[in-house]
């Protein structure tokens, strides 16, 4: 299982991001997915998760602020990121468990600045 994500950069504070993460083999309708990141000195976090039956979950820092959905047709799943704020600074990484085996992308940079 491969994963490849893309969609960061750098955008002013108050902007939106969305992120994709393509997956290869048809196995995102059947896995656990999820977008974890990576602040500057800091542990890695969860930011928002979505099961096989579609279930989303996310963190209190970004409630109402991003979304997560998944299209299994194209086996993408993608975070739409609003409202950005410099906080948000990080390196962001696509995470699947598919059955058990765990795979992480590489990891798209995202950067909130003026």
């Known amino acids: 299982v491969q994963l490849v994500e893309s969609g960061g950069g750098l955008v002013q504070p108050g902007g939106s991001l969305r992120l994709s993460c393509a997956v290869s083999?048809?196995?995102?309708?059947?896995?656990?997915m999820a977008w974890y990141r990576q602040g500057p000195g800091k542990q890695r976090e969860l930011v928002a998760s979505?099961?096989?039956?579609?279930?989303?979950n996310y963190a209190d820092s970004v409630k109402g602020r991003f979304t997560i959905s998944r299209d299994n047709a194209k086996n993408t799943a993608y975070l739409q990121m609003n409202s950005l704020k410099p906080e948000d600074t990080a390196v962001y990484y696509c995470?699947?468990?598919?059955?058990?085996?765990?795979?992480w992308g590489q990891g798209t940079q995202v950067t909130v600045s003026s």
């Open positions: 995470y699947v468990n598919f059955l058990g085996s765990i795979n």
């Open positions: 979505i099961t096989g039956g579609g279930a989303t």
């Open positions: 083999g048809s196995i995102l309708a059947l896995s656990f």
